[in-house]
Every structure is written in C-alpha cells, then in structure tokens.
C-alpha cells in the first residue's frame, strides 16, 4: 500500500542565510537575462569568438613519452643521457614465419629457408625516392639505412640466413640442415663458417622461437622463424627510412599472400603502430559522430513536448551549441596558457561537459515549466534560477575544484585533462545561467505568444492542454509508481543492503583478482590490424625480449683496481638479474681482460698475465685498441669490435665518457612482465651501488622504460586524484549544503560508484593506466550530477523523510533520469560498434558502468538510504524543524533523523 504524501511538489523548507544569499543572486542574474536577452547572448557569442582565437596556438601532444612522463622522471633523463652517448635506439622491422598449422612442433626446412632469402632478396632491392630540405632529389636503399656495428663491413641482419653468410648460391642447393645443428648445438657453434656475413656470432635465440634440440637425432626443431632488420634512427635519415617501410610492409603483404597455403607470416615495421592509431582515429570518426548525433537528437526531441507550439527543438540544439562554446572557449583559453591538448581531451572532454550542460539543461527548461505561467517571463526565469541555480552551482563547483585539483598530479597527460576539464565546467555554467537562461526566456515569450518554434512567424490561437513529452512521462512514473515504491521503509532498507552487498563484493573482486597495470598493445589497434597477428606470434614464438643497457658513468675512474673488479661484479649481477637472459649478455671488460692476458688474441707483446686486474696507465690506450681488434683465431668469442659502439671515449681517446652492457631479456609475454623487468633492472644497479659504492654509477635503459616508468607510480597518481577530487566534492558539498548528513551521503554514493567500477575492471580485466584513470576522475565529477542534485531538492523540501524523498524523485529525479541517463546511455550504445578496441574497452565499457552505477546510486541507493535514516524517528519528527538545525546535531544525526 503506497503511503500519502502532502503536496511535496509545492512545500520547501526554510533555507539557510548563504541558501538565500544565492537564491537572490540568481534570481537576479535569470531576471537580468531575461530581460535583455539579445544583449546577452551577443556577448557570449563575442566573448567565444574572442576566446576561441586560442585555438590558433592549440597543440596536439602526440608523443606518448611526453603524454604519461614528466620530463624530470629519471628514465626521461636517462634515456637523454643514453642517446647523448650511444645515439638513439634502432627503428626495427621484424616478420615471423610459422606453420599453417599449429600444431606442427617444426618450421625448419630447406625450403623455409630459401623463402626467407627470396622474401630478403625482395626487401633488399627496395629503393626510395625523395626530396630532402634543400630540394635534392635522393634516393636510398636498406644499405643507406642500416645499423653497421663494424665500421667498413655490411649491415647487420638477423636471420637464419645468416648462418650461411647470406650466400644465395649455399641457400639455393642447401641439402638439408646439418649445417644448422652444427651451429647450434654441434662442434662449428664458435667457427668462422657459423657466424654472420660481418663476421658476428650468430645467437640462435634471435632467429628461432620454441626450439628444441634432438641430440638423439641431432636434429634442431623450431616453431618460428624470425628476420629483423636493424635501421639506424637518424633525423636526416627518418623520411626516407620510413618510405622505405612503406615498400617493406607491402611486399611482406603479398609473401602472406603467397605462401598463406604453407606458412602463416606475420610482420611489424616501425611506423606500423603509428600507422595503425591514425587509421584507428579516421575509421572511429563516423562511431563517434553517431554517438554524438544520437545524443543531440534526443536532447533536442525531449526537452520540449510533441506539441506545435511548446516544441524545443531549437532550444534543444541551441543548448548543444553551448555545451560546444564550453569546448571551445576552454581550449582557446587553455592554449593561449600553454597547455598542450591530447587526443583524450578531445574524446573524452566532450562528452563529459555534455553529460553535465544537458542535465543542467532539463533541470531548468523542468523548473521553468513548474513555475506560473501567468507571472511575467523575467520572474518566472528569475524565480527558476533561484530554485535550481544553488544546485547547479554546487555541482558545477564540485566538479571544478575536483578537476582544478586534480591537475596537481605530475603526469602531464592527466594534468592537461584535468586543466581543460576544469576550464571547460566553469565555462559551461556561467553560459548556461545566462546565455541557456536568456534562451528560454526567449522561448518562453514565443509560446506565450502562441508562435511555432520552426516557425516563429505564425500565430496559432491558444490551444488546450499540453503535448506529450519524454519529461512529463517520467515525472508520472516517478511521482505514481516508483516515489511511492522506494519510500516503503522495507524496501529502502533492503536496497540500501544490496548496494553495501554490491560494494563490498566489488571490494573482494579488487583484492582477489587484482587490478592490473598496462595498456596491451593489441588492444590499441584496431580489430583487423596485422599487427594483432605480429604480437600474438611474437608473444607465442620468442624466446628473447627487447635489449636492455646497462649504462655506466663516472668512467674516468674505470681504470683504478677497484673499480675495475666492481664493474666486472656488476656483470656478474645483471647474469643474475630476473628477467634477464644469461647467455645473451656480453661484457667488453670480462673479454677485454681475456684478450690482455691470451697470448692468442695480443697482436702486441703486452706482457701482462694477471687476469684480476689491468694497470691503470695502460687501461685506456689498451683499450682503444682492443675496439679496433678482429676476433681472435683461436679464441673466437673475443671480438672487440663488437664492443665499439659500447664504449664512449672523449675526443682525444683519453679519456672514457661513459659505457654500456647490453644483454636481452626473456620473453615478456604480459603488461606485468615488463613492469616487472625494469624493477628488477633498477634493483640491480641500485643494489650495486649500495652494496659495492665504486667511484662509479649505473641505471639500466631499454625503449620500453619510458613508456612504463608511469606504472610506477600510477597507482599513487590515481589515489591521490581520487582523494583531492573526493575532498573538493566534500567541502563544496558542505559550504554550499550546510548538511554534513547530506554530505556524507553524497560522498558515500560517489565512493561506491568509484569501488564499483573498480570491481568491474577487476572482473573484466580492464587494466588501470592512463586511460581509465582519467575516467575515474571524470567518473567522480558524472556521478556529482547524478547525486548533488538530488541531495540538494531533499534539503530544500519540508514534511517527513518520504514525501522529502518524494519532492526530490519527483522534481530533480524526472530530470536527471531524462537528461543525463538516457542521453549518455544512447550515446555511449553507439561506441560499443567502434572499429578500435581501446574504444570498446575503455570508452564504451567504462563509460557504461560510469553512466549506469551512477543512475543506480543517484536514483536508487541515495533515496532509499535516506529513507532508511528517517525510518526510526519519523513519526517524531516535526515537519517545521529547519534542515540547518538538524545538522548542527552533528554525527549522531544519521541514526536519530
């Protein structure tokens, strides 16, 4: 049996002395623009053009090292470092070769080989052509590309070709694979005849993926066969290297399609990535513009009613057109500031200030159509303001404060959102109180005067009763069927059980499964990229990782004793070091001490046997020489010029800059095992330095650190903008509220939005990186408008919990269930159709559970809870007592009210 409730749409209590200073603040700022509406509106229209003129100095920040690191992050500055010394890190081109069939253990075969040396054949004729800065036509091939570690030798390959020197004659009349297991696993492993066409050992790790040796049959098995080209990264060099991948990519499109009956071939170049995020974002346009469209449809079809003269489809779009002023004078402003835009402010920014200007929208075009329509159309616009401008400035200041505060944290990517969410809120509000209210006053004139929308010109006679309208549908529902409903006591309690139930299952998915850190590249491509296929092979098939340098500086003290033993224990750490691949390691000082004392390897009679130490006087100079040397004859791992690109000498040779230990880390298959790697690469040089303290200190790098140094301190980064951007709601909530109850209650919903969506990225393996905390944060500023206002039109109404319950559903419910959740709810639908799983992932799912555990907690778990606290001592409460009175009883409030 649904209880009676006392004309809850017309009672409201008492205000408190800021309510009604702010209540006659906005009464005056609707009243004004009313009144001179025209004026009004060709004042925000200058002032948006004024402020978009910014746009001319916006900057799109596209490098992801800039986007998710500070430039003081130590890996930023290490990585400067390292290309000061060594140069920058390769560009690499790859393509994997494995069996049709997957359950085949072995790719090997002669034949594999003679197409791998076909396909290099291919790629090696490739010749580009352009123009460079000085108008100079110019052409280049692979050999004007590629990374020679030994000057005057060839280009470095890493093939199983390679085994056989490249030889197109061996290849082609190549018997069977002996050769092979003699280079691998038999007695050739070190011989002249086993290593590279530029005289490098062959490492098998590099070429091969899943091997297994047969020493029964002496037979080697491998499931994949891997060919990586090295190119050097110049800037003089760039253009044509990249034109030169185009060609790359091509003809390894058409060897899939050649040999797609035998083998499966999958490849990456180093512009893939690049290339396929730039297809991404141009076939996610018409995704994204549907879902806009859908939204700015329906804002336009229900903000009014089926009616030909209180129509609003006008003033529908026309309040769209705000919500992208808001955009525009936001990037303007930020720009002229120096705040550099990123692809997320443009996706996500958008949709969050349309999200907040629409509810903002319904709530006063529904405030305006519950005043009396015989009051002149200032006074009616004044008196909407005064009822719902408090409210709308408590969110808007909320959300404000929180993305303002938010913009402390030190990941620019983050900082740059927050500072144009901040911007972009503020901006929305001040032109919704006076441009949006101008609009309706001008809209309000028109139906008084019986005048179509579309049509202005023509005069209807005044017509009965009013149309239908998405608004007055919900309203009915709300104030018939569900007000009643949640303010049953039982069943309140009961839901305010389920959603505690629901937070704290939520809780137990975050612990148990964990949330995991990373963003996997296979979800950044689009669906049908090829570079999917590249990375499920490489994950699959490889055996090694990337490379990883171990830098070394202060070197100039190298050549004492005991600095010279600390380097050769350091080696002997990064052996041990986790993740670390032992045999792919290689130290120049462990064979440049080997080369002094072998007798076999000195061209020079050196005369010096002691192996635990090199005299300081001759270090360096020998040393100079030992990078110019050949491999020893009869000791032929000892190869100093491998080492020369190691070494960083001053000038005049004197003195030594800076060195590196290069080894190779084992496959790293998942997000956590690259965050893992760098970990354990920093705790070996840091344990080094600490345990060992030489006149000398280390840091290891590997391209991938800069890209994950973010993950070390995500998680702190993401609390701390939780916690800023809950504080600002709380304090803002209780200044302008002056309800600590009320406010608690709106922290509490927001909280458990928060854990909720936390939970379901637990259960659905959402990673936590950039992306989803910038949703968080903005998940906090949505679920604001979900609560705020509802908290807000409770405190404003009189009578008992219920029918203060009632007036809130009723009033504010009707507009936030019609504005803002069903207009996200069809917007985000659409993204779910994105080609980009990163769009599916992280803007349709996420999204979802921002827009649908929002509405839950807004209009379901908020109301029943404070029906649940009013239950005991309802039938003692006095209708009359002031709201800013039960407050000030403090805690014990929640359970006596």
Known sequence: MSPTHSSPTTSTRKSNPLDRFLQNLFFHVGYTASKIPALVLLFCFIFTILASTGLYFIYFETNPQKLWVPESDQTVIQKKEFESHFGGFFRIEQFVITDIDPKQDNVLSPKLIGIIQDIQDEIRDITVTYKNSHGQLLKYTWYDFCFRPIPKKGCML?????????NGTRIEHLPDLRHIWDCIAGTKSLSEECRSSIGVPMYDKTVLGKTKILYDTEQIQAKAAFTTYLLNNEPETNIGAKLWELEYVQILKRAQQKYKDEYRISF??????????????????????????FMFLYVAASLGQLHPIRSRIFLGFAGIVIVIQSVLISGGLCSFIGVNATLIISEVI?????????????????????????????????????????SMMLASLSEFLAFLLGSLTKMPAVQ?????????ILVNFLLQIT?????????????????????????????????????????????RFYAPLITIPWVAIGIVVFFVLLT?????????????????????LPKDNYLIDYFQDQRAFLDLGPPVY?????????????????????????????????????????????????????????????PGHLPAEHFTHWLSEFVNADCCVLAPTICGFRYKGDIKFNKNHTDIEATRIMAQTTTLTTQDDFIRSMTAAYFTTDHWENVTQPHLDSFPYSVYYVYFAQYMYLPSVAALNGIIASAAVALVTLLLMASPSSSIFVMLAIFMIDIDILGVMALAGIYVNALSVVNLIMGIGISVEFTVHIAKAFLQASGTHKQRVHYALVTMGTSVFSGITITKFLGVTVLHFAYSSIFEIYYFRMYLCIVVFGALHGLVFLPAAVVSRGANGEKKEDKHIECAEQDMIGVKVLLSV
């Open 158 to 166: 890493q093939s199983l070709t390679e085994y056989y020197q490249n």
């Open 268 to 293: 990456s170049a180093e512009r893939s990535v690049e290339d396929a995020l730039s297809s991404d974002m141009t076939r996610d346009v018409p995704i994204i513009f549907a879902s806009y469209l």
């Open 350 to 390: 958008p949709f969050l200030i349309l999200a907040i200007g629409v509810d903002n929208m319904f709530i006063m075009a529904n405030a305006l159509d519950n005043t009396d329509e015989k009051l002149p159309v200032p006074e009616r616009v004044g008196l909407m303001l005064s009822q719902v401008g408090t």
């Open 416 to 424: 740059a959102f927050c500072v144009f969410a901040a911007v972009a």
């Open 435 to 479: 441009a949006f209210a101008a609009l309706l006053s001008i809209d309000a004139r028109r139906v008084n005067d019986h005048r179509l929308e579309l049509e202005p010109w023509i005069k209807l006679p005044a017509l009965r009763g009013k149309g239908l309208s998405i608004s007055d549908l919900v309203r009915t529902g709300m104030e």
């Open 504 to 524: 704290a299952l939520s809780l137990v998915a975050v612990f148990v499964k964990g949330l995991k850190m990373g963003l996997d590249q296979v979800n950044a």
């Open 550 to 610: 171990f830098v070394t500086r202060g070197n100039k003290d190298i050549a004492q004793e005991e600095n010279q033993q600390a380097f050769l224990d350091l080696f002997n750490k990064i052996t041990r070091t986790e993740y670390i691949d032992q045999q792919s390691a290689a130290s120049w000082m462990n064979d440049f001490h080997q080369w002094i004392t072998n007798p076999e390897c000195q061209n020079l009679n050196k005369q010096w046997y002691d």
